[in-house]
């Protein structure tokens, strides 16, 4: 028999590319079956006291921590702060003490800079809550923390999580209960939804900046967002765009848009316009409003689109970050298929030591 060899090829339109729904919805449900451990160790941190909790991070994981920032400032009192880690090797911060706290979060568990971090922190004998993804890498030695919690999972959500504990302890968070009945139940159903919903959209929205990209290969492409959106909309111009697609971009707040950016707009300007539903979503409205006046190249994403079922409304602008992660993570797929590199490729630049 004669064996012809053929080139394989994608199935074309959308097809849920690398969606897997059982796998999304154990992680997310994995991740709120964390909140038992949490819980044990804020109320530890809680007994002995503190006088700062400070969220720390280095490119995505600092996205995070600025996340989780914006969504407490707002709502409490409590002395809640975020750094840079490498900032804060290089500057410090009189503020903290041997009395504060750092709560952060690493994937591979060997990022230099945290693990500079935690020395310098344990060196002013303050204490460290860590989040690791990757069982027995450095940062999960017993001399690298004081409290730690290995399970990989989206680590907003267990940023948040953390959080809300944190409120409701300061009498601030009076629905707490309520709240996480509703997330226990739903929220992983309502995200692996919002990906199936979005699907066909973002097959047609990564075709097209894929193919404008190729048409303009110089020309950056602009992301923009506020509240606890602009994590997300630093992070993916960043961490996605740039760093595992090699596409230039741009992150920028919506409320600096209008002091400086508005002024370079052309038509042709690529702009995707995150809209989450925080208290922040009328500085992203007042974008939204502008934009068509001066461009037609731009993108409107709004997390008040998605159904999310079972999810209340005065609790939705709590996880409208998660939500643009779901629509996101389709368009990745289907920008991966039309740029034809893997993701991936960036591991190789992330070895050396730079």
């Not at 920028?252 to 508005?262: A, D, L, V, Y």
Request: proline share 3%; net charge negative; charged share 25%.
């Amino acid at each position: 028999m004669k064996y012809e060899a053929k080139a394989w090829k994608e199935k074309e339109g959308a097809s849920l590319r690398s969606f897997n729904e059982k796998a999304q919805i154990d992680s997310v449900n994995g991740a709120l079956a964390l909140r038992p451990q949490i819980e044990k160790i804020i109320d530890k941190i809680w007994e002995d006291g503190f006088d700062g909790i400070y969220f720390m991070g280095i490119g995505g994981t600092y996205a995070s921590s600025l996340q989780v920032e914006v969504y407490m400032r707002g709502k409490s009192k409590l002395p809640i702060y975020v750094e840079n880690a490498a900032e804060f090797l290089t500057t410090g911060n009189r503020r903290f003490t041997d009395k504060s706290v750092v709560i952060y979060s690493s994937v591979s568990g060997t990022t230099k800079e945290m693990i500079q971090l935690v020395d310098k922190v344990h060196e002013i004998g303050a204490r460290v809550f860590a989040f690791i993804d990757t069982p027995g890498s450095v940062l999960t030695q017993p001399d690298k923390q004081d409290f730690l919690i290995t399970y990989k999972a989206n680590e907003q959500l267990k940023f948040f999580m953390t959080a809300n504990y944190l409120m409701y302890l300061n009498g601030e968070f009076e629905d707490y209960e309520e709240y996480n009945k509703e997330m226990e139940t739903y929220l992983a159903d309502a995200l692996a939804q919002v990906e199936k919903d979005s699907d066909e959209w973002a097959y047609e929205y990564a075709k097209k900046k894929v193919e404008f990209l190729r048409e303009h290969p110089d020309l950056p492409h602009y992301f923009i967002g506020s509240g606890n959106q602009y994590g997300a909309t630093y992070s993916y111009a960043m961490c996605y765009w740039e760093e595992q697609m090699w596409i230039r971009t741009k992150s920028i707040s919506c409320q600096e848009f209008f002091h400086g950016m508005q002024e370079i707009v052309v038509s042709d300007t690529p702009i995707t316009l995150f809209i989450g539903e925080d208290e922040q979503r009328p500085l992203a409205e007042r974008v939204a409003r502008f934009l068509p006046k001066v461009n037609a190249n731009y993108t409107i994403i709004d997390t008040r689109e998605q159904e999310l079922k079972g999810i209340s409304p005065k609790f939705r602008g709590s996880i409208s970050h998660l939500v643009m992660h779901g629509v996101n993570n389709r368009v990745d797929a289907y920008m991966e298929l039309f740029l034809r590199h893997p993701l991936s490729i960036r591991r190789y630049y992330n070895q050396m030591d730079y």
